[in-house]
Structure formats: C-alpha cells, structure tokens
C-alpha cells in the first residue's frame, strides 16, 4: 500500500477551501495550517499563465524529517504516510529545518505537526482526506498508488504531472497534474 | 462632518458584559428545543451529532450538516450530498463559517444609543427595554407620518420575518442591496427579453454546456458554489471557457480564450458578435424564426458593428471575435452567455445585459440543454395570516417615476427618497436594516450618510459591529445562522426542493434570532395576529406538512427534493414555448424598453477614461470572503486579512511602487481613503487599472481583526452612473490616484 | 514578471515568513560544543602522548571549564525544545540517521567522562581536596588506573562532538547553505581552534601557550582554506546553492561574515599570533578573545543564514 495525492493545478482556481476544511477537520489551530495554496504567475500582460497547487506534506518515501528525527517520533505508518507521535517529540525542530518543502510547523502545544493525509481520523474509515472531499472543483485525487484502480493511479496514468524538487532526491508522494 | 447621530464605536460603554436578561429571553430559549431531535449518526464519524442548515454567508444557501464534537462544541460545517446548490461540498466560506458563531467581537446584547455627559454612546439595554423602545418610536412615527414612511434595508434570512412584521405594520417598503447594486440590470435585461429572470442560483446549465462565455463573471474568485463546481465539470468534459475581462482573472486562466477587454466597452464586443452571427448566418435560424420578434431590426441595427469597429473600441483583435463567434456557433444550442451577478457597472447596464440575452437567444440557448434551463420551485403554501393591510404608499412612489422597469424595489431610491425635499409629502422616517451594511453595500456614502441623518429611528440589526450599526440608535444582536430557525429554503433549480435550517447550538450570549425579534416586536405593536404560531417550529412544520414531510423528517434529511411538476426543463421542440413579454415572443427588439422611452436595441455608449495619473477603480471578490461580513471571521481571516492593491508593474515602475508598500488612494472627487493598503505589483491588472478585493477596510474598532486592514473600495465609489432602466448604481466610473505619503491609522499604525 | 506567492495566508509561527525555528540557543549550544571538544580533544591527546608536565593548561586546568561548557550547552538545547517534558525520550532510542540523536548521546558519554576527567584532576589544583565518602576514592582509584582508557575515549569522542556540531547542519539538504559536507570538518577545526585559543588563555606558561598559539595557527589556516573552499562549492553547484552563497557574497551576511568571522575573528588573530612568535610583543590574550569570539560568531551565522537560505520551486 502506497498512499499518494495528485492535484490538478488546471482546475484548482485557489479558493483555499482545503486549507479551512483542514483546520476544522483536523483542529489545527487558528494562525496554522497543514495545507497551502501556491499561485504562481508568470508572462507579461495580456500573455500569461498561472499554476496554482495546494501544497501539503509530500509524505516523502525518503523524507529527510523521519531520517533525522531523534526520537522516532518522525516515522512512516501505513502506506508510507509520514507521521509525528506527539508524545515521543520532543520540539526539537529538527524535522523542521530538514524538510525542503517546510510543511512542518510547530504546534502551540509543543509537539511537531503536519499533514497526516488524515489517516487515522477518516483514510482509515475509509472516508477521502478532508481537503479532497471538500474541493468544490473536485480537483484533488486520494488512494493507493498499489491499486491500479484508485483515482489517483488512474490519473496519473492519464496526465502529465510534476513533484516539487524532486533534486532534493526526497521523492514525494503529493504529485501535481499539468 | 456634524451630525445629529455621530458614528459610535461601540466600544463606548463595552458590550463585553450579558445585559440582564429580560423577561423576554427565556421564550428564545425554547426556540431551540430542536436539538432534542438530534441524532447520533451512522458514519465513520459516530461521535459527533449533526445538525441541518443551510449556509448564510452568501446567497448560494448551500445546504449542510453542522458536527458537534461530544461537549456539544460546534466543530465542522459540510456540505448535504442531496443538494443541488452544493453537491455535498461547501465553499471556503461555508466551510469557514464556524468562525462567525466563534468570532468573540460578536455583538453580545440589544444596545440603545444615549447621551451621557453630552457625549452620545451605547447602553447595553434588555430585550425587553430595546424592543418596547423600537416600538414606541415606529408607532410614534406611524402615527406622525403613517406606517409606509418605515422603510427596511435587509440583505439573507431575516428579510422574511421582519417583512413580515412591517407589512402587517403597514409599509411594503422593503428592499435588498441584492437588486439595484447587484443583479437588477441582468433581471430586467432578460425579463424584457424572455419575460422571465435568471434567478438565484442561475438557470444557466454549466454541467452540460459546450462553451460558456464568461463577461467580468469572476468564477472561481466569486465562488459561487454550483456555478464552479459545474464549471470545472465542464473543463473536464472539454467545454470551452471564453472569458472577457481587463483582468487576469482566475477563471480567465482556465480559458480557451481570455479576451483582455479595456474596461467599460463590452457593449461593442457584445454588439460585434451579435452581427458576426447575423452576417454569418452562425445564428440559430429556426430557433429564432419560431421564438423571436423584432430580428430584421436587429439585423439592421447591428449591421456598422463589424469586428474592426469593434477592435478601436475594445482593443480585442477582430480574428479573435470571429473566432469566438465561431466557437458560440459550434456549441450552440449548448451555450452560456453568462449573465453574470454583480452587474451594476457602467449606468448603461441593463441595455448590456439586453444584449447578453439578444446573444443567447440568437445561439438559440434558452430553454436548450447546456443553455438557460427552465427551474422550477414548489408551490409552497405560507401558513395562513389575515391580509396584509393596504400600505397608502407603494415604495415605487418614493421615487415617483423613476426606474419604470425595476421589478424589485430600488435600495439606492429609498435612500434617495429618505432625504427631504419641499415636494414629497413623506420622506421614510425610520430604516430597520437587517444583515445588509449599507455603508459597505451602497456607493456614494455621502449620500447615504445624508438620508441616515435624516432619520428620526435607524434600528440595525446584525451579528457583528460593523460601520452601520455605529450610526444606529438601536442594535439588535442577532445570532448567526448556526444558533437559529429560519423560513424554509424553497429554491428554484432543477428539481424543486427544500432545505431546512435549523440550530445546531443555543445562541451565545445575548443574542436572539431575526424570527422571533421580528415576533416579539410584532406582539409589541399589536400584530400578534399575523404571528398566530407558537414558535417557528410550529409554523414550519406546517409548511412541511402541506408537501407531504414534516419538521421532523427535514430534521433527519436537511435537504429535500421533490419531482417536477412539469416536464419541461428544456423546451419540448414539439411544442410552441410561449414567453411572458408582451408579444408573446423572445423579444429581440424590446417593447418594454420602447414603450418606456428607452433604446429597444442596445446601444453602445463611450464611457468616462481616466484622467492623467488616475487609474481606474476595479473591484472583485476573493473566494475566502465575502462582502464585508467575514472580513472579521477568525478562519477566514486566516487565509486573508486584507485587500491588497493590484498595480501593473509599468505602473509600479512609474510611481517606484514596490509590492508591499504601503499606499493610501484618492478619487478623482478628492475623496481619500481612510486607510492605507498593500500594493502588490502584479501582470494580471492592466496599466490603466487598479484593483482591489470588495470588503475591507473596515472602521468599526471593535472588530478586532478587520479594523483597519486594507482600503474600503465603497468609500472611493463617489460618482455613481445610475441606469436609468432599473435604477442600478453603476459603479465601475472611479478613478484613483496613489498616496504615498501619509500618516499611518490602520493596522500598519499598531507595529 | 514572475510572481509566486502564496494565495491562502499562511503565517505558520517559526516557519514563515522565513524559517526561523532555531535562535540563540542552537547556534551558542554549538559553539559550547565545539570548544568543549577542543579543549578535551587537547587534553586527551597530550595525556596519550605523555606530555601532561609541558601542558599543564591543556591536560589539567582548561579541562576544569569543560561540564559547565557542556552543561550550559545542554541547557541552551533544552530551552530550544517546544515539548520539553518529553526531552527524556531522546534517551530512549539511538537513531544513527538523526545527528540529533547521536548528538545526544556523544554529550552523554562527553560530559560524565569530562566530570571523570576534572575529579582526577581535582587534587592537583587543590591540593587539600578530600572525597569525605570512601566510595568515591575508590572510584577515583579506579579511573586513575585507566587514565589513558579514559583519555582515549575522551579523545575519540571530543572528535565526534566536533564534527558532530557541522554534520547537524549538514545533514539538512533541504537548507542549501547547510547542506555541504565541508561544514562537518570546518566545524570541527574552527572548535579545535577555539579550544586552543582558550587554553592559550588559560595558560600561565609561556611554552605552553607558544605551542597553541602554534596549533591555533595551523588550525585557522585550515580554517579560511575551507571555507574558500565551500564557497567555490557552492559556486561551482545548483541555482540554489549558488544563490545561498549569495547571501555571503553581496547578501545580507556579507559584512558580519567577512568582516567579524573572516578578517576579526581568523585573519587579523592569525597575523597576532604570527607576529606574536616571531617576537613581537603585545598583549597575548587578543588573539585568543578574537578567535573565540569569531567562532561563536560564526555559529549564529551559519544557523541564521541557513535557515535563511531555501529551495525554490
Ligand atoms: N467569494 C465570493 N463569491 C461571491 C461573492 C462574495 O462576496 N465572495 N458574492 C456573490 C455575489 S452576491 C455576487 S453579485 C457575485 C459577483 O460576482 P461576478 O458577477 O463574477 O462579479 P463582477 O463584479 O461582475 O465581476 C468582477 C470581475 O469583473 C471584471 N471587470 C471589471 N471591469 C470590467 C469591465 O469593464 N468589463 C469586463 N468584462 N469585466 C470587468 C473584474 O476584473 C473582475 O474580474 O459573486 C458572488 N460570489
Ligand atoms: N463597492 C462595492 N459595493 C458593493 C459590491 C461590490 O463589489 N463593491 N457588491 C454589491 C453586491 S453584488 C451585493 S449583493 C451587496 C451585498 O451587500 P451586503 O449583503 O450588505 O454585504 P455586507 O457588506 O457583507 O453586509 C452584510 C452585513 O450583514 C451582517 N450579517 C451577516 N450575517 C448576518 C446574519 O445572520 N444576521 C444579521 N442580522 N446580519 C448578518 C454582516 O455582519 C454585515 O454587516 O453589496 C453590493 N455593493
Ligand atoms: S479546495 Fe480545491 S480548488 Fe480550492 S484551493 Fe484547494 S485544491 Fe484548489
Ligand atoms: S514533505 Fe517534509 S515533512 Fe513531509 S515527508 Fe517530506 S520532508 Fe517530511
Ligand atoms: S521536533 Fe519532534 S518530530 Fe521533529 S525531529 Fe524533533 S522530535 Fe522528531
Ligand atoms: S490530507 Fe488531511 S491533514 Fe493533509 S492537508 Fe488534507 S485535510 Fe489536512
Ligand atoms: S457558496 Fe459558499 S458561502 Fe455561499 S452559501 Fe454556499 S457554502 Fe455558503
Ligand atoms: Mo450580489
């Protein structure tokens, strides 16, 4: 089992809908968030384009924060989701400084937080990630990368996509369609 | 400014503490009895409760499920999966709408305006004192001036119970920014063409189109929720997106083709390819030869407007309006000019939206599937009161003559007419405003400012301390949408339907929902009679009971739909479609328009340009907000908290402006904005435009959040261009220079 | 234009708008570290190589400063930790990946082996010392018979503290500036260096101190060599590496690097020390203030323009 989320950065129009359904799901606290909106424009007016990607945790299959978390509290769980046992961490920002994508925040109450695919609370229940099922363009695919038939297998088989620094040699599981 | 009603900042006297409870209050209490019939759901989520609803943040009224965590704390708004406005997914607003029942700048009790010490400010006052108040002061401006002089400004739910309250009193004068500031040109626009209106949400059959164009329509920045789902549905299918707009939309980015229009000339395009079609023949012939009148003039009017007539007003290259014709032509029927919403532009906007409705009836879209479908809303009975006394006045009279076609009553007209004159023998006295922030919603403040000084008894109620309730002289709390009963959702969509709203938690603090302040001030002027029920619950059950469910089936559904009764949501081809203009026919060349001295075909007129230095106000949505009402919204604050100001980097070149420097604005009338806001060099205004997000910049100190965050676009809408058709305010002809200089007030002042 | 921006507000404490999840205490917690290291890495050696009589400074006194150098290091670490009752579960595992941890557990075999190290040497500077519990002069009598046992150990690892106090950086290939294995062995010079320039401090023997100010020497030469060199590597790299460069080469960095870490804190002590053993007399301690204070200096650098520093996408 390999969980894994596409984007489709054609779709998305940035409405942050993902963002606010991830608060309210998860509780992540007001001032945080798990989950982003990235616009990036380029050209010169009237000849442009815009990408737009809600970002997140990559839940990297070789993720830098699980490699130099000092406690274990950093580890991989079911289907390589990359989470943080809040009570082994000891807030040391380790993970923080190593994860390229600075998806990692400290959460008030002193542990490390981030993305966890929302695998206990709903994956498990067999409910999609808040912020896909939210997405008013329905433009975010959740499964298993090892099922040929989740949505996101089938598209990714479809349509061209990217992850972000891939140089970084972290190889990530959140990917973005173009 | 000297005024007989200073603007307080509520902080005055501090609506921190819970007034006494009054008598009153404990009946509110029982308003929410509701909960007992809660259930503990069969999902993945047993622990918490769910509550129906439907949204109030915007107008969409998605409709949803309200999650209580264990200690009963509300935790997560979604969407209903069987309803058509939301298809089971809100937008971040709704989503977000947690944050107004949280947000602890709340307005906490019923406030009366005092003077101590020769300084005005607010008590706290009981339910009780603040409605016996309120309703001695309107049955003393009855009696002086007659009933009809009270007029009510509301905008969402609360509309229903206090009509209803002041059409038993006597005054029909009801109105919502919703028309004259909002939709009014596109309704009228249609209505004189296919005799009937778009409504809300919009006829406009996004899921099975084959092209839509988009003209300003900002989808996916308007989020609208139905119109951007269907919308990317339609991307998905392959559809093609036409977007025309001076602006680099999102929705534009999505597009096949984005048309960077020069603001204020779509009436050419719009013109250009109706002749396209005509002088093509791309038009539908048999559609138009059996539905419509008044072709040949048509024809014959558009005949000058070729594409290079167009091209020196528009600046849009006249292969690419051909283009796009052809791209009309290929998908027609299964067209979507867009109507848009928010149209009240240029003054001229309802010839505009003429020309919209000319357009798609030329394509042969209305009534054709992926086109304009026919919705249909249930006959719903509302529970039996005596009739409504004769108001002597109709509102229409207030503004005697003017706006002929306006088919909903003209905010913009009351407020006019709420300023004496020696020739009008009533002048409205007193203003309820309900959930709709006028300084915000209507342009040319002054103006507005002028009428409210006017004013012998200006009540405001709403949830939040915003610029108006400072001019109040009483504020009544209301609590939000998640906290009460309202009327039934009853919408027109495919499928006729129903939505319940209902509480999902006591109103915090003191505050009471708009139905049963609306009851109790009836009770208080003597209309028990046309508030005959119990509670709300009573009378919506009722109501429920005559289609066959029931308060308590609604309880476990939220959402109903019901079959249609006619199966008619396109045109049968087989049948002659009858529309309700005064021909009878799709009336190209319109009657209504001739008959009340106005161009039966659209004409294009040349707006005002900017002035040397000046750069033209534009204005938006940002998906995250809306209006001014969430802009205090902890959530939503979260993803932003202030407008910022689109400049092209030319511009930015010119003025050495560098993306987040900060910038206070001023008109071409002189009129400066009370804060500063961010500049943000962007490629995606042009260089004769700025633009803001709508909303912001708010005034009020209590809002801890919003105060002083960014530039409050309304108050740089000094020069208003009213269509003269319907009344609208056009609000798109204001220019605006850059400040760079300047003592800091807003937020910026607090570091 | 390009324009990249983040549309949905986020404000996340410590992260935006720049990474700054480490303050003082990290950075002081390695320069603690490193001239900890140096110190105990000198006073092992000179005990393995029989010369504790020529360095008395270096295998006896300095040795005295180090568990309150390691403690207060220690301390500054525990202050950085958000959660910090659950510090102890550092100690429950040992995670060879995570610098961090080995870290953790190079401080704990470091500092009781530097406390070990300070009570054999206790007598000698006060000769009237008594351990009141005959336990503890077993103990004593113990170690003293292992002496060089323990110095080894001391030896090897003061080492791995040093490197150790680079590699935590290092291992951060998400922050460009860090991520350059140089840092591992420039860390470990400059806190060499430091605990030389601080025995030369220390040192009432002019021998003595001729010797360091010798190795000091040395050192900061290896010192500038390597950081020519990581900046050639940097130079010589990907868009990102080249741009955390930058931030030394005409970035917001440039001035306190080049002129406090660089010309004060190695070249301007290295000529003093030059000058100082060809003869020329001046107040001995500059040098050493300088290249102790340069060191610490240059922590805080590193810690705050590596954060600075990102990968773009
Ligand atoms: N998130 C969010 N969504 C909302 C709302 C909200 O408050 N927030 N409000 C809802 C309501 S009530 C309404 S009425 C709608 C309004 O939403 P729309 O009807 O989409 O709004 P407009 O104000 O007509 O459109 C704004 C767009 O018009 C463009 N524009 C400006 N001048 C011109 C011009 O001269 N020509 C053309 N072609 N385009 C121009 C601007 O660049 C901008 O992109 O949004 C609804 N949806
Ligand atoms: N400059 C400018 N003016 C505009 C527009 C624009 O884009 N620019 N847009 C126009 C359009 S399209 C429209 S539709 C109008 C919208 O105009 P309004 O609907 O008046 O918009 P808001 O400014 O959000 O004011 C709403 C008020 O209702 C309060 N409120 C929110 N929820 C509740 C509730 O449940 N109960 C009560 N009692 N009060 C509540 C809020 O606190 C706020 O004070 O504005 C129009 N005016
Ligand atoms: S909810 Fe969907 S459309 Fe909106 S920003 Fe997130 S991914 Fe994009
Ligand atoms: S994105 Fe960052 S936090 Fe997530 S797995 Fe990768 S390195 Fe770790
Ligand atoms: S902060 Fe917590 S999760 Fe992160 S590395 Fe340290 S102990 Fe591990
Ligand atoms: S998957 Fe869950 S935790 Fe991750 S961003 Fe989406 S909602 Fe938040
Ligand atoms: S579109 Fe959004 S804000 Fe409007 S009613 Fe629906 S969920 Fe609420
Ligand atoms: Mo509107």
Same mark, same amino acid.
């Given at each position: 089992?390999?969980?894994?989320?596409?984007?489709?950065?054609?779709?998305?129009?940035?409405?942050?809908?993902?963002?606010?359904?991830?608060?309210?799901?998860?509780?992540?606290?007001?001032?945080?968030?798990?989950?982003?909106?990235?616009?990036?424009?380029?050209?010169?007016? =009237?000849?442009?384009?815009?990408?737009?990607?809600?970002?997140?945790?990559?839940?990297?299959?070789?993720? =830098?924060?699980?490699?130099?978390?000092?406690?274990?509290?950093?580890?991989?769980?079911?289907?390589?989701?990359?989470?943080?046992?809040?009570?082994?961490?000891?807030?040391?920002?380790?993970?923080?400084?190593?994860?390229?994508?600075?998806?990692?925040?400290?959460? =008030?109450?002193?542990?490390?937080?981030?993305?966890?695919?929302?695998?206990?609370?709903?994956?498990?229940?067999?409910?999609?990630?808040?912020?896909?099922?939210?997405?008013?363009?329905?433009?975010?695919?959740?499964?298993?990368?090892?099922?040929?038939?989740?949505?996101?297998?089938?598209?990714?088989?479809?349509?061209?996509?990217?992850?972000?620094?891939?140089?970084?040699?972290?190889?990530?599981?959140?990917?973005?369609?173009? | 400014?000297?005024?007989?009603?200073?603007?307080?900042?509520?902080?005055?006297?501090?609506?921190?503490?819970?007034?006494?409870?009054?008598?009153?209050?404990?009946?509110?209490?029982?308003?929410?009895?509701?909960?007992?019939?809660?259930?503990?759901?069969?999902?993945?989520?047993?622990?918490?409760?769910?509550?129906?609803?439907?949204?109030?943040?915007?107008?969409?009224?998605?409709?949803?499920?309200?999650?209580?965590?264990?200690?009963?704390?509300?935790?997560?708004?979604?969407?209903?999966?069987?309803?058509?406005?939301?298809?089971?997914?809100?937008?971040?607003?709704?989503?977000?709408?947690?944050?107004?029942?949280?947000?602890?700048?709340?307005?906490?009790?019923?406030?009366?305006?005092?003077?101590?010490?020769?300084?005005?400010?607010?008590?706290?006052?009981?339910?009780?004192?603040?409605?016996?108040?309120?309703?001695?002061?309107?049955?003393?401006?009855?009696?002086?001036?007659?009933?009809?002089?009270?007029? !009510?400004?509301?905008?969402?739910?609360?509309?229903?119970?206090?009509?209803?309250?002041?059409?038993?009193?006597?005054?029909? %004068?009801?109105?919502?920014?919703?028309?004259?500031?909002?939709?009014?040109?596109?309704?009228?626009?249609?209505?004189?063409?296919?005799?009937?209106?778009?409504?809300?949400?919009?006829?406009?059959?996004?899921?099975?189109?084959?092209?839509?164009?988009?003209?300003?329509?900002?989808?996916?920045?308007?989020?609208?929720?139905?119109?951007?789902?269907?919308?990317?549905?339609?991307?998905?299918?392959?559809?093609?997106?036409?977007?025309?707009?001076?602006?680099?939309?999102?929705?534009?980015?999505?597009?096949?083709?984005?048309?960077?229009?020069?603001?204020?000339?779509?009436?050419?395009?719009?013109?250009?390819?109706?002749?396209?079609?005509?002088?093509?023949?791309?038009?539908?012939?048999?559609?138009?030869?059996?539905?419509?009148?008044?072709?040949?003039?048509?024809?014959?009017?558009?005949?000058?407007?070729?594409?290079?007539?167009?091209?020196?007003? $528009?600046?849009?290259?006249?292969?690419?309006?051909?283009?796009?014709?052809?791209?009309?032509?290929?998908?027609?029927?299964?067209?979507?000019?867009?109507?848009?919403?928010?149209?009240?532009?240029?003054?001229?906007?309802?010839?505009?939206?003429?020309?919209?409705?000319?357009?798609?009836?030329?394509?042969?879209?209305?009534?054709?599937?992926?086109?304009?479908?026919?919705?249909?809303?249930?006959?719903?009975?509302?529970?039996?009161?005596?009739?409504?006394?004769?108001?002597?006045?109709?509102?229409?009279?207030?503004?005697?003559?003017?706006?002929?076609?306006?088919?909903?009553?003209?905010?913009?007209?009351?407020?006019?007419?709420?300023?004496?004159?020696?020739?009008? %023998?009533?002048?409205?006295?007193?203003?309820?405003?309900?959930?709709?922030?006028?300084?915000?919603?209507?342009?040319?403040?002054?103006? $507005?400012?002028?009428?409210?000084?006017?004013?012998?008894?200006?009540?405001?109620?709403?949830?939040?301390?915003?610029?108006?309730?400072?001019?109040?002289?009483?504020?009544?709390?209301?609590?939000?949408?998640?906290?009460?009963?309202?009327?039934?959702?009853?919408?027109?969509?495919?499928?006729?339907?129903?939505?319940?709203?209902?509480?999902?938690?006591?109103?915090?603090?003191?505050?009471?929902?708009?139905?049963?302040?609306?009851?109790?001030?009836?009770?208080?002027?003597?209309?028990?009679?046309?508030?005959?029920?119990?509670?709300?619950?009573?009378?919506?059950?009722?109501?429920?009971?005559?289609?066959?469910?029931?308060?308590?089936?609604?309880?476990?559904?939220?959402?109903?739909?019901?079959?249609?009764?006619?199966?008619?949501?396109?045109?049968?081809?087989?049948?002659?479609?009858?529309?309700?203009?005064?021909?009878?026919?799709?009336?190209?060349?319109?009657?209504?328009?001739?008959?009340?001295?106005?161009?039966?075909?659209?004409?294009?007129?040349?707006?005002?340009?900017?002035?040397?230095?000046?750069?033209?106000?534009?204005?938006?949505?940002?998906?995250?907000?809306?209006?001014?009402?969430?802009?205090?919204?902890?959530?939503?604050?979260? !993803?932003?908290?202030?407008?910022?100001?689109?400049?092209?980097?030319?511009?930015?070149?010119?003025?050495?402006?560098?993306?987040?420097?900060?910038?206070?604005?001023?008109?071409?009338?002189?009129?400066?904005?009370?804060?500063?806001?961010?500049?943000?060099?962007?490629?995606?205004?042009?260089?004769?435009?700025?633009?803001?997000?709508?909303?912001?910049?708010?005034?009020?100190?209590?809002? $801890?959040?919003?105060?002083?965050?960014?530039?409050?676009?309304?108050?740089?809408?000094?020069?208003?261009?009213?269509?003269?058709?319907?009344?609208?305010?056009?609000?798109?002809?204001?220019?605006?220079?850059?400040?760079?200089?300047?003592?800091?007030?807003?937020?910026?002042?607090?570091? | 234009?390009?324009?990249?921006?983040?549309?949905?507000?986020?404000?996340?404490?410590?992260?935006?708008?720049?990474?700054?999840?480490?303050?003082?205490?990290?950075?002081?917690?390695?320069?603690?570290?490193?001239?900890?290291?140096?110190?105990?890495?000198?006073?092992?050696?000179?005990?393995?190589?029989?010369?504790?009589?020529?360095?008395?400074?270096?295998?006896?006194?300095?040795?005295?400063?180090?568990?309150?150098?390691? +403690?207060?290091?220690?301390?500054?670490?525990?202050?950085?930790?958000?959660?910090?009752?659950?510090?102890?579960?550092?100690?429950?595992?040992?995670?060879?990946?995570?610098?961090?941890?080995?870290?953790?557990?190079?401080?704990?075999?470091?500092?009781?082996?530097?406390?070990?190290?300070?009570?054999?040497?206790?007598?000698?500077?006060?000769?009237?010392?008594?351990?009141?519990?005959?336990?503890?002069?077993?103990?004593?009598?113990?170690?003293?018979?292992?002496?060089?046992?323990?110095?080894?150990?001391?030896?090897?690892?003061?080492?791995?503290?040093?490197?150790?106090?680079?590699?935590?950086?290092?291992?951060?290939?998400?922050?460009?500036?860090?991520?350059? +294995?140089?840092?591992?062995?420039?860390?470990?010079? +400059?806190?060499?260096?430091?605990?030389?320039?601080?025995?030369?401090?220390?040192?009432?023997?002019?021998?003595?101190?001729?010797?360091?100010?010798?190795?000091?020497?040395?050192?900061?030469?290896?010192?500038?060599?390597?950081?020519?060199?990581?900046?050639?590597?940097?130079?010589?790299?990907?868009?990102?590496?080249?741009?955390?460069?930058?931030?030394?080469?005409?970035?917001?960095?440039?001035?306190?690097?080049?002129?406090?870490?660089?010309?004060?804190?190695?070249?301007?002590?290295?000529?003093?020390?030059?000058?100082?053993?060809?003869?020329?007399?001046?107040?001995?301690?500059?040098?050493?203030?300088?290249?102790?204070?340069?060191?610490?200096?240059?922590?805080?650098?590193?810690?705050?323009?590596?954060?600075?520093?990102?990968?773009?996408?």
């Amino acid at each position: 089992m390999r969980y894994a989320m596409a984007v489709d950065t054609l779709k998305c129009v940035g409405c942050s809908d993902c963002v606010v359904a991830c608060q309210t799901e998860n509780n992540v606290p007001i001032g945080f968030c798990r989950d982003w909106v990235v616009e990036v424009t380029d050209g010169t007016y =009237p000849r442009l384009e815009i990408e737009i990607r809600s970002e997140r945790c990559n839940h990297c299959e070789n993720s =830098p924060c699980v490699r130099c978390c000092p406690t274990g509290a950093s580890h991989y769980a079911e289907g390589g989701v990359v989470l943080v046992t809040p009570h082994k961490c000891i807030g040391c920002g380790a993970c923080i400084a190593s994860c390229p994508y600075d998806a990692r925040y400290p959460h =008030p109450d002193g542990y490390v937080d981030k993305c966890t695919f929302c695998l206990h609370n709903r994956v498990e229940k067999g409910l999609d990630p808040a912020c896909v099922s939210v997405c008013p363009t329905k433009c975010m695919y959740f499964g298993d990368l090892d099922d040929p038939n989740s949505p996101v297998s089938k598209v990714l088989k479809n349509r061209k996509y990217k992850t972000l620094i891939p140089e970084a040699g972290t190889n990530p599981q959140l990917y973005f369609l173009l | 400014m000297s005024s007989r009603r200073s603007f307080i900042k509520i902080s005055a006297l501090g609506i921190g503490g819970i007034a006494a409870a009054g008598g009153l209050s404990r009946l509110a209490t029982g308003a929410v009895s509701g909960n007992a019939s809660t259930e503990k759901i069969d999902s993945p989520e047993q622990n918490l409760h769910r509550t129906p609803t439907y949204c109030e943040i915007c107008f969409w009224q998605c409709a949803g499920w309200v999650y209580k965590d264990e200690s009963g704390n509300i935790k997560k708004i979604v969407g209903n999966d069987d309803d058509q406005h939301c298809n089971g997914r809100f937008c971040p607003r709704g989503t977000g709408g947690v944050g107004q029942y949280y947000d602890e700048d709340r307005l906490k009790t019923p406030l009366i305006r005092t003077t101590t010490d020769g300084k005005e400010t607010f008590r706290e006052a009981s339910w009780d004192e603040a409605l016996d108040y309120i309703a001695h002061r309107m049955q003393e401006i009855a009696a002086k001036h007659g009933p009809e002089c009270i007029a !009510l400004f509301t905008h969402g739910s609360g509309g229903s119970h206090f009509g209803h309250m002041l059409k038993a009193f006597g005054s029909a %004068s009801i109105t919502a920014p919703s028309f004259a500031q909002c939709r009014g040109p596109r309704e009228v626009g249609f209505l004189t063409t296919f005799g009937d209106i778009i409504y809300s949400p919009e006829r406009i059959d996004i899921r099975d189109t084959r092209c839509m164009v988009l003209i300003g329509s900002h989808l996916g920045e308007n989020m609208h929720n139905g119109q951007v789902q269907e919308m990317s549905d339609a991307i998905d299918r392959g559809a093609t997106i036409i977007t025309v707009d001076p602006r680099f939309s999102t929705a534009a980015s999505k597009s096949k083709y984005w048309l960077p229009i020069k603001p204020a000339t779509d009436l050419a395009l719009l013109l250009s390819w109706i002749h396209v079609l005509i002088e093509n023949e791309w038009y539908d012939k048999a559609y138009v030869a059996k539905n419509t009148v008044g072709f040949e003039q048509l024809r014959e009017h558009v005949r000058p407007f070729t594409p290079e007539w167009a091209y020196g007003i $528009t600046t849009i290259d006249p292969n690419v309006i051909v283009e796009t014709a052809r791209e009309m032509r290929n998908a027609s029927p299964s067209v979507i000019i867009n109507p848009g919403r928010h149209v009240t532009w240029y003054g001229d906007d309802t010839q505009r939206m003429r020309a919209v409705a000319i357009l798609a009836a030329l394509l042969g879209a209305w009534g054709r599937r992926g086109g304009y479908y026919q919705p249909e809303k249930l006959h719903l009975p509302s529970y039996p009161v005596p009739p409504f006394p004769v108001p002597r006045r109709q509102p229409t009279e207030a503004y005697g003559g003017k706006y002929p076609l306006a088919n909903e009553v003209v905010s913009n007209g009351l407020c006019d007419a709420t300023i004496p004159t020696v020739e009008r %023998s009533c002048s409205y006295k007193a203003w309820i405003v309900n959930g709709t922030n006028l300084l915000a919603a209507i342009p040319n403040q002054a103006n $507005t400012l002028k009428a409210i000084e006017a004013l012998e008894l200006l009540v405001v109620v709403d949830t939040m301390p915003v610029e108006l309730t400072g001019y109040a002289d009483v504020v009544l709390p209301e609590c939000t949408y998640l906290e009460r009963y309202d009327m039934l959702r009853n919408s027109n969509h495919r499928l006729p339907n129903l939505a319940l709203r209902m509480p999902a938690v006591q109103p915090k603090y003191d505050s009471k929902p708009a139905e049963w302040i609306a009851r109790e001030l009836a009770a208080k002027l003597g209309l028990e009679a046309w508030f005959p029920w119990k509670n709300i619950e009573e009378m919506l059950d009722w109501q429920l009971k005559q289609m066959g469910t029931s308060l308590e089936e609604m309880q476990r559904l939220g959402v109903k739909n019901f079959p249609r009764e006619n199966d008619d949501l396109y045109f049968n081809e087989n049948e002659e479609a009858v529309f309700n203009t005064n021909s009878g026919k799709i009336e190209l060349y319109s009657s209504d328009m001739e008959n009340e001295g106005f161009a039966p075909l659209p004409v294009y007129t040349a707006h005002e340009e900017p002035p040397e230095g000046y750069y033209r106000l534009n204005y938006g949505r940002a998906p995250m907000h809306t209006f001014s009402r969430t802009a205090n919204n902890p959530n939503l604050t979260d !993803l932003m908290d202030e407008n910022v100001l689109w400049v092209n980097p030319k511009v930015a070149r010119l003025w050495g402006l560098k993306t987040g420097q900060m910038v206070k604005l001023k008109n071409q009338d002189g009129k400066q904005s009370t804060f500063a806001i961010k500049v943000r060099v962007t490629e995606r205004i042009r260089w004769d435009s700025v633009y803001m997000v709508h909303g912001f910049g708010h005034n009020n100190p209590k809002l $801890t959040r919003a105060f002083g965050r960014g530039v409050n676009d309304t108050e740089l809408i000094t020069r208003v261009h009213i269509d003269p058709v319907m009344g609208g305010t056009g609000m798109r002809g204001n220019f605006v220079t850059f400040i760079t200089e300047f003592e800091p007030n807003g937020k910026e002042a607090e570091a | 234009m390009k324009e990249e921006i983040i549309v949905s507000g986020r404000l996340n404490h410590l992260i935006d708008p720049q990474l700054h999840i480490w303050h003082w205490h990290i950075p002081l917690y390695l320069f603690l570290g490193g001239l900890a290291a140096g110190i105990l890495f000198f006073a092992a050696l000179y005990t393995i190589l029989g010369k504790e009589k020529e360095y008395p400074t270096a295998v006896k006194l300095a040795p005295f400063l180090t568990p309150a150098l390691l +403690s207060i290091g220690l301390l500054a670490l525990f202050l950085d930790l958000n959660h910090k009752l659950y510090f102890w579960q550092l100690y429950t595992t040992l995670r060879l990946e995570s610098p961090m941890s080995w870290g953790a557990w190079t401080l704990m075999v470091v500092t009781p082996a530097s406390i070990v190290w300070c009570a054999l040497h206790i007598r000698e500077l006060f000769p009237n010392w008594d351990w009141k519990f005959n336990w503890l002069k077993a103990v004593e009598t113990f170690f003293n018979q292992y002496k060089q046992h323990l110095a080894w150990v001391l030896l090897i690892s003061s080492l791995i503290l040093g490197v150790y106090t680079g590699i935590l950086f290092s291992a951060f290939n998400a922050r460009p500036l860090w991520n350059t +294995s140089i840092l591992g062995p420039l860390f470990l010079t +400059s806190g060499l260096s430091t605990g030389a320039a601080a025995i030369v401090l220390m040192s009432k023997k002019a021998s003595e101190r001729h010797n360091f100010a010798r190795i000091d020497l040395m050192l900061i030469g290896i010192e500038l060599f390597l950081i020519v060199h990581m900046f050639m590597g940097f130079l010589a790299s990907t868009q990102v590496h080249i741009e955390a460069a930058h931030l030394f080469l005409g970035g917001p960095y440039t001035v306190p690097f080049w002129l406090f870490v660089v010309m004060l804190g190695l070249v301007i002590p290295a000529l003093l020390e030059f000058l100082e053993l060809r003869g020329f007399h001046m107040p001995y301690f500059i040098a050493p203030v300088l290249v102790i204070l340069g060191g610490l200096i240059f922590r805080f650098i590193i810690a705050y323009a590596g954060q600075a520093s990102r990968w773009l996408y």
